[in-house]
């Protein structure tokens, strides 16, 4: 089954204490993101990336860390996690034949609550 | 830099009328402009997409879309709704032209809650 995964789905933790929230998709999707979702605010994005190796900060980057060293996984790190950054974290991916046109296939997110 | 508005927080329409979800885009080049539609407790999934062509772009479960270029709009519609229809709506774009500071973005509206009342 084509999908995007994420883990874990839910995650509570104190400030300071460094997470990885995994991302893997078994489409073999060139362009991977990084999404927050918060009420009143939509989906922000934060980071993008259109390949291997080759990643680009959305709109709320900051606090926020990526790499794709696979073209299947695209990890977020957040090295010192703050409470504002608590949230429901989205993954999605596309191809990316034909150029930025094509939809985005979306994880089931991620709640993470930062104490 | 590219931005989205969807001038209301709230849709209420009765099952069998039509309904209208608002959205209104900036970006710099052509847009490519897409609806999603997110129920409690899931992800997001794709409803339809505007990239070129005709202005009325036909998607998933009935529902259509009508890019203004002029009016930069791009409203979503369906001429009959279902109480099933209820959910979280969001409109996104994203810059077609290629260079740009913001090519491979991907901006997302604040959403709108749709509630079809049986």
């Known amino acids: 089954e084509a999908q995007v995964t994420q883990n874990p789905r839910y995650l509570i933790t104190v400030t300071g204490k460094k997470l990885t929230v995994t991302c893997s998709q078994n489409?073999?999707?060139?362009?991977m993101s990084w999404y927050r979702q918060d009420p009143g605010l939509g989906l922000r994005q934060i980071y993008y990336?259109?390949?291997?190796?080759?990643?680009d900060k959305g709109d709320v980057p900051e606090g926020y860390k990526v790499s794709r060293k696979e073209k299947r996984n695209f990890p977020l790190i957040l090295e010192s996690p703050s409470p504002n950054q608590t949230s429901l974290y989205f993954c999605?991916?596309?191809?990316?034949?034909?150029?930025?046109?094509?939809?985005?296939?979306f994880g089931p997110g991620t709640r993470l609550t930062v104490l | 830099a590219q931005s989205v508005a969807q001038p209301e927080d709230q849709v209420n329409v009765a099952e069998g009328n039509p309904l209208t979800v608002k959205c209104t885009y900036s970006?710099?080049?052509?847009?490519?402009l897409f609806w999603y539609v997110q129920y409690p407790n899931r992800g997001l999934q794709f409803l339809l997409k505007y990239i070129t062509g005709d202005n009325l772009v036909k998607g998933s479960y009935g529902f259509e879309a009508e890019f203004n270029k002029s009016q930069t709009s791009f409203h979503l519609k369906k001429p009959s709704a279902l109480v099933s229809d209820s959910a979280l709506y969001f409109c996104a774009v994203r810059d077609s032209r290629a260079g740009g500071t913001s090519y491979g973005k991907l901006t997302f509206g604040q959403g709108t809650i749709l509630t079809v009342h049986p």
């Open positions: 970006v710099s080049g052509n847009p490519y």
């Open positions: 489409m073999n999707h060139e362009y």
């Open positions: 999605a991916s596309s191809i990316l034949a034909g150029g930025l046109g094509n939809e985005q296939f």
């Open positions: 990336s259109m390949n291997v190796e080759v990643t």
